[in-house]
């Protein structure tokens, strides 16, 4: 590949609405391609570093420091990066919480990724359902009305943001004091303030907000953690990665290291999480203005109370329209619209690094798409 070949494709981004891997902020993507060849200091790629290198036991310090900053963690929680996403956190939490503890682990049922939570957690032991959204095909959230969590349950456990659905929790859901609430956040992870002190467990896999894909934040109180029978796989076993400061086997360096420096673009350049929801919630609003007033020719699936700010998701009057719209699209650099097969319609993956200038593209063509087409 020549050098021009090369830099004609560093240049020719498009905006990347896609709900994951997603769009990591410029600047981050610029300074991991100066250090890609060498680590300063390094002598090496980090990619070439062993994950016992006082270098990269610097880096994953200071990503867990940042890190903790961000989100106002104390020290009364551990901050844990795993591997294997969502799906092995779905496995994992029932494994540390519910195994053999003759409890009821409690569920609230919003989407696609909470129904695969229960799936995977009823392995583990008895699973409750509070609340299933499932009649109107996941389109709304529970009011406190709408469940009540026993107060021995083994914890309730919640999706914030249903990244099919496109719906998400504005607050933490009801909870008893006595009961651990955790929360798969992983699709609006660092979107927001997030008081962790409500939480006994938050997890996070990294490539919608965070990072790349190939690691995930666990943030769990430290008095939960040796609750888990010691029998459980070694992986699942929370207690291994605590005591081993996250590196009970080779962590995901590469994604650590990027995570560290989107943790600091959040601090340093953004100005911390509660300017970067200003900012989210303008880029949402926005677009959910022109689906609100294009009179019924885009219908928004979430009810309006719970719309999510990071996955604006909409249908068009016909599956001819849609199709249209998508490949109209992307001729003008608006990549990665196609709504989820149980959903259908458009995705548009609003996450933190999503410029304005991106959102205000999709919006003026959505404006014009409408007028050509309504």
């Not at 294997?84 to 503890?101: D, I, K, M, Y």
């Not at 914030?160 to 651990?180: H, K, L, R, Y």
């Not at 294009?294 to 909409?314: E, I, K, P």
């Amino acid at each position: 590949m020549t050098a021009s070949a090369t830099t004609a494709s560093a240049t020719d981004r498009v905006y990347n609405f896609s709900a994951g891997p997603a769009v990591l902020p410029e600047s981050v993507l610029r300074e991991v391609q100066e250090e890609m060849m060498c680590l300063p200091g390094a002598g090496a790629s980090l990619l070439e570093i062993s994950h016992r290198d006082k270098l990269f036991i610097e880096i994953l310090q200071d990503a867990e420091s940042t890190l903790r900053s961000l989100l106002g963690i104390s020290d009364d929680y551990s901050v844990m990066f795993m591997q294997g996403g969502a799906t092995l956190q779905f496995s994992a939490v029932a494994a540390n919480l519910l195994r053999g503890t003759g409890k009821k682990a409690e569920y609230l049922l919003t989407g696609s990724w909470g129904k695969k939570a229960i799936e995977e957690a009823k392995k583990e032991g008895n699973v409750g359902v509070l609340f299933d959204a499932a009649k109107t095909n996941y389109d709304r959230l529970p009011t406190a009305s709408d469940y009540s969590c026993p107060d021995d349950a083994a914890y309730l456990y919640y999706c914030s943001n249903e990244t099919i659905q496109g719906v998400q929790f504005a607050s933490e859901p009801e909870c008893p004091d006595s009961v651990p609430l955790v929360s798969d956040a992983s699709s609006d992870f660092l979107c927001r303030p997030l008081p962790i002190d409500r939480y006994g467990l938050v997890y996070a896999c990294a490539q919608k907000n965070a990072g790349p894909a190939g690691v995930t934040v666990v943030v769990m109180r430290k008095d939960l953690i040796d609750i888990a029978d010691e029998n459980i796989p070694g992986y699942l076993h929370y207690k291994n990665h605590h005591e081993n400061e996250s590196e009970w086997n080779t962590p995901p360096t590469f994604a650590i290291y990027v995570l560290g420096k989107v943790a600091r673009w959040l601090r340093d350049d953004i100005g911390g999480l509660a300017n970067m929801e200003d900012i989210n919630r303008q880029k949402s609003e926005s677009l959910y203005k022109i689906i609100d007033e294009s009179n019924g020719f885009y219908r928004g699936h979430a009810q309006t109370d719970c719309r999510s700010l990071m996955n604006v998701t909409f249908n068009l009057p016909s599956e001819e329209l849609t199709t249209k719209f998508v490949a109209e699209a992307g001729s003008h650099r608006l990549a990665a619209l196609k709504g989820h097969r149980s959903v259908g319609g458009i995705r548009a993956s609003i996450y933190n690094a999503m410029p304005r200038e991106g959102v205000e593209a999709l919006g003026n063509f959505m404006t014009d798409f409408a007028s050509r087409n309504g």
